[in-house]
């Protein structure tokens, strides 16, 4: 699932921040680090629209998550 985040799209966020130049071990442990929050959040938000006894997954649910 790690590969899920293009490395270029985390260069790029990284650069946003405010960096001038970014190592690919930078982007590539950002991606790692995004990975897992994200799976996180996505985890949680289905626990959300279960105990509402939905299927499906709302932004409701992803905010509330976050």
Known sequence: M???FPLLAME???KKAG??????SAAKELR??????AEKI???AV???RHAKR?????E???LAS
Do not use: H, W
């Not at 790692?32 to 929050?37: G, M, T």
């Open 32 to 37: 790692i680090v995004a990975s897992e929050i």
């Open 2 to 4: 790690v590969k899920d």
């Open 19 to 24: 960096a001038e130049r970014v190592s690919t």
């Open 47 to 49: 626990e959300m629209a």
């Open 55 to 59: 299927v499906t997954v709302k932004k």
């Open 42 to 44: 996505a985890k949680d």
């Open 61 to 63: 649910d992803i905010i």
């Open 12 to 14: 790029k966020i990284i």
